[in-house]
């Protein structure tokens, strides 16, 4: 196997992989029960331990059989994704389009650590529209390692909302790719809940004029998780726009990182960058590590970004207990109101809804 | 009623209230006036449970209560309500829930039956009605982006919604903004009745203009030094605060 990334490479320095490197994984278990599944009214792939199970699949039109690897992407997760891969989605959507929604759930489950590998391919042609809608749950432990290639025509638009829930036991490492063309589109939105080492990394090649890229996270970390939400994206085109906007609820002795970079290439004149992270800190002992990084090589460019890390404002904790609403109330409705915030970007309201409910119910069982 | 008897108070070594006794009874309106750096804010601020606020001394008594050892939220619940100078923002909070929560959580603690969506909403817009409001203020995030008179606009909305016995009315620095101050008026008048009573806190005699109070106090270094019908506060206006610290 390659070996996992340490923390003297610059990419990895807030997250130590040394907890997954300890573990000793084998291969995935047979699915024991069948899971609880989401009640939402779209196609789906449902992977039980990484193996897609036909059963609890549904048709979809523009769904195509796994492809063996070709050996894509140089970063080292995305290096071992490609040994081990062994199934993963295979998304075409033909020019001109609009495929809807798709649901791809994730339900992992085993006694013994295991590991795989998911490597998906989503390419959308001129003018298509897609909505990849991602729920990833399971208990006890085990690593997920998953690859997307995701290709977006010219005037395509591509939305990716994903709810990574694993059990906290488990690992969760994530690399996206993404080429997108002039008046492309290609929306991210990633809710971190589960996992005890998670990462999310994410290229995103904006390629021809006015490709658009938004990659925007939050995270919820309590315990001893540790949360990593990392990308490049790189503005190879003239007047393309670039938004990122990521916030992180730390408890306990959670960490989180963000490490962001923007490239404006010499030509990419009118670029228009925006990065913002924004970090609650519930608890002296949080860590939150925030790395924007900005190189530019054009001269005519707007890239701006922004970073505050902070805990509860007192004032407005008082305001509302002076309105009879008990503290820890109050409290939590300022972090659900940050977090309110932080599902802004979600432009899709059948995954704004699911969200909402999964921050429901991760309230409820803080 | 509301009696305060011999409060002393202090913010770290600093002695703000050195024995303010004063006693508020049902149907009335009381005035606090007096100089800069009397008390005033510390006062209203002490009143409410705002921490940062040591009580060295005295007590506070409402309704039969010693609301000194209640929790801010308590006091709310107890029937009393500061509005504040400078109504705090909180983004990502919509105004109905806010409002809804709050009254709720009042009721709840008052062992009164909570009330839902549907019935709350009918009682917020009345109130968005009678107070001259735009609809949209319930949608809205609570007070983020309000200018300085729809804050007050707000304060005097949830004023009107929870009905409180006491409310405190911190205007301590404002009394230049005329909008601002008939609002508040507004709100308070609309309220007026033999169980409702109000302490209103100023620099400024214009905000008596426009709610009548039936006593006014005068807060110098400390202490209560004078009280008097609401003729004291144009006496007031015309002398000047001098000499009073003495008294």
Known sequence: MVALPTKKLEAWRYTDLRPLSAVTFGAPPAAAATPDLPDLPFPRFVFLNGVLNAALSSGFAYAKPFVPVEGQGTQPMALINADYAQDGINIEIPAGQDAGELLLISQSDGITPFAFHPRHRVKLGQGAKFALIELNQGEGTYWQNAVFEVEVAEGAKFQHFRLQEESVEAFNTTTIYADIEGQGSYEHFTLTLGARISRTEIEANLLGQNALAHLNAAQLLGGTQHGDFTTIIRHKAPNCPSRQTVKSVLAGKAHAVFQGKIEVDQIAQKTDGYQMSQALLLSPETEMDIKPELQIFADDVKCSHGATIGALDEEQVFYLRSRGIPEAEARQILIRAFLEEALEPVTHDASKALFEEVLESWWTKQ | ?247
Do not use: C, W
């Not at chain 2, 770290?12 to 008390?39: C, F, Q, R, S, Y």
């Not at chain 2, 008939?182 to 426009?210: M, P, W």
């Open chain 2, 1 to 247: 009623m509301l009696e305060i008897k011999n409060l002393h108070a202090r913010i770290g070594d600093a002695e703000i209230l050195k024995g303010v006794t004063l006693t508020i009874p049902d149907g009335e309106i009381h005035a606090i006036m007096g100089p800069n750096g009397a008390g005033k804010s510390t006062l209203s601020y002490v009143l409410s449970g705002r921490e940062g606020y040591e009580v060295t001394k005295g007590e506070v008594i409402f309704n039969g209560e010693n609301i000194l050892e209640m929790e801010p939220e308590d006091r709310a619940a107890a029937g009393l309500f500061l509005a504040f100078q400078y109504p705090v923002e909180l983004p990502g909070v919509g105004n109905a829930n806010f409002l809804r929560t709050s009254l709720n959580a009042i009721r709840r603690k008052r062992g009164e039956e909570e009330l839902d969506a549907v019935a709350f909403l009918k009682l917020a817009r009345a109130a968005v009605r009678q107070l001259a409001m735009k609809e949209d203020f319930l949608k809205r995030n609570v007070n983020v982006g309000f200018s300085g008179g729809e804050k007050k606009r707000n304060e005097m909305l949830q004023m009107a919604i929870l009905k409180p016995h006491l409310a405190i009315l911190d205007e301590t620095d404002s009394g230049l903004d005329i909008d601002a101050l008939k609002i508040v008026a507004e709100g308070v008048n609309a309220l007026r009745d033999e169980k409702f009573s109000a302490l209103v806190i100023t620099h400024y005699q214009r905000l008596l203009d426009h709610i009548v109070p039936d006593v006014v106090h005068v807060l110098a270094g400390g202490k209560i030094v004078r009280s008097g019908p609401a003729s004291l506060a144009l006496e007031l206006e015309a002398s000047g605060y001098a000499g009073l610290e003495v008294a």
